[in-house]
């Protein structure tokens, strides 16, 4: 079926308020939407029916991207919970990120906390590291001790709900959070009390979850702070800053989330992006970044908040176990570009169990070109959102599959007729079934439209002729 011939549909917005609008629950719609609904066997809608759990009928969603939904009675009910479940706000769901002080440091699907090793890498990936510097090795921007009398790295300060907020003023005021800030008059400042460098200063409100971070942060005599920005983030939200503002960072970013933190190498296992700074940035951001610095309009330099990963084939056994932990983040969840600074210098956390000559000495033995840039436009659910689409590539049932030729491979197991439903995005996967013959499922879904529900479905039966045939996101039979 090709999208000018599908007839019959229930539109996404419908069917989202039709959920909505009846509070729906695991198992059924209530009556009342049926006038929505057109039976696929004929031209009319039908009146005075229930689309409910078992319900024989079956619709065909449309969108005006031309993508397709097929819901039938063995999959309705699996649909109806997730439609669900992700339509409840916010506050429902769960996190399972990191977690510092008590508090996640954002939601487990928020983008910092994203896998990002099986994206496609950025098609300006070998310019983008060759501005950076291709021969330049990494540097541990944290360790122990102190360094021009400052802790070496960027502290954060954790606060219960009850200390005092003070007043605060801001040079670039029109793109910070207005204060008052539980900045407390002891806080711990990157480079220290004397510092003249960044100055920032991160504090985290343990018991509202609320984490503050300012730059160029300066106490005053009667008790306030004078800081160059600040801003706000609620570590229970995926909001991004407005779009155009900075934050504490010259990326709009937050700070703590991207710090690589003693305690979690220690654990075997960092779970999120890694914070780091180049010297040459050009004009421009990508997303979750929402601000850019300087003046440089370079196409070959990266914008603000690209990311890169470490290469899956580059060799860590040599390394010591805490910088293996290091580096598999860099593979796994990779870095962001966050501010201007030097090359490859990765952000960290001061902290007494760091081994500075260890850090340094293997750090300087992975350079740039053991690098590549990722292109994550793909993961955008919204972009004033931090979420990032996530899904498996194809489900049966509730059972996922990383790719779409696995499920499809996996439908004998299953009574007929077996339903895959694909979830992939931007996703471009050639699928060979009996007899030689060849389908192509091209450019997938956009995570971001209708909270990604959108599938395109295989069923068990497929038969198709010989040769190739594309599939646009369609059902077919």
């Known amino acids: 079926m090709s999208p000018d011939k599908a007839k019959y549909w229930v539109t996404v917005w419908e069917w989202h308020k039709m959920l909505w609008d009846n509070k729906c629950s695991e198992t059924s ?19 005075g029916i229930s689309l409910t759990q078992g319900e024989k009928h079956r619709a065909l969603m449309y969108s005006e991207k031309s993508m397709r939904t097929y ?27 990191p977690i510092v002080g008590g508090c ?35 540097h541990p921007d944290f360790g122990s001790g102190s360094w021009d009398g400052g802790p070496i790295g960027i502290p954060y300060n954790i606060v219960p709900g009850t200390q005092e907020k003070v007043a605060i003023t801001f040079t670039y005021a029109d793109e910070s959070d207005p204060g008052p800030y539980p900045i407390p008059p002891d806080a711990l400042i990157e480079g220290g009390s004397g510092s003249a460098g960044d100055r920032h200063v991160l ?17 005053q005599p009667d008790g306030t702070w004078q800081a160059g920005s600040g801003a706000v983030f609620d570590l229970r939200s995926d909001a991004l800053r407005p779009s155009g503002w900075t934050s504490a960072d010259a990326a709009g970013l937050p700070i703590l989330p991207g710090l690589v933190r003693y305690d979690e190498v220690a654990s075997g296992e960092i779970r999120h992006a890694i914070r780091f700074t180049a010297p040459r940035i050009r004009k421009a951001y990508v997303w979750p970044a929402r601000h850019y610095a300087g003046s440089i309009t370079v196409a070959n330099d990266p914008p603000m908040g690209q990311r890169f990963r470490l290469r899956a084939g580059f060799d860590i056994a040599a390394f010591s176990s805490d910088v ?57 659910v919204n972009p004033d959102s931090a979420e990032a689409c996530s899904q498996p590539a194809a489900l049966i049932g509730s059972i996922p599959y990383d790719s779409v030729a696995a499920a ?9 007729p077996a339903t895959v439903k694909v979830l992939g995005t931007n996703l471009t996967e050639s699928l060979d079934f009996d007899a030689g013959y060849n389908a192509i499922l091209q450019g997938g879904y956009d995570c971001g439209f209708a909270n990604r529900l959108l599938y395109s479905i295989l069923r068990g039966s497929l038969t198709l002729g010989s040769g190739t045939t594309e599939l646009d996101g369609i059902e077919i039979e």
């Open 203 to 219: 504090v985290l409100d343990k018991d509202a979850c609320i984490l503050y971070e300012t730059w160029s942060t300066y106490p």
């Open 408 to 416: 499809y491979s996996a439908v004998g197991s299953y009574s007929a």
């Open 29 to 47: 719609l209530t009556a009342g939407n049926s006038a929505m609904v057109k039976d696929r066997r004929c031209e009319g809608p039908l009146k």
């Open 104 to 138: 996640p440091l954002f939601l487990a699907d928020n983008i910092w906390n994203t896998e990002i090793d099986a994206l496609p890498a950025d098609a300006n990936s070998s310019a983008y590291i060759s501005a950076i510097g291709s021969s330049t090795g990494l």
């Open 324 to 380: 293996q932990v290091i580096l598999n983040a860099m593979k796994k969840y990779g870095i962001i570009l966050a501010d201007i600074g030097s090359a490859w210098y990765i952000s960290g956390v001061p902290d007494p169990g760091w081994n500075n000559d260890l850090l340094v000495s293997e750090f300087n033995r992975v350079h740039g070109s053991d690098f590549e840039a990722v292109d994550e436009s793909s993961l955008t």
């Open 71 to 97: 819901v039938s009675e063995r999959t309705f009910s699996l649909i109806v919970a997730l439609l669900c479940c992700i339509l409840m706000p916010s506050g429902a769901i769960s996190a399972t990120g």
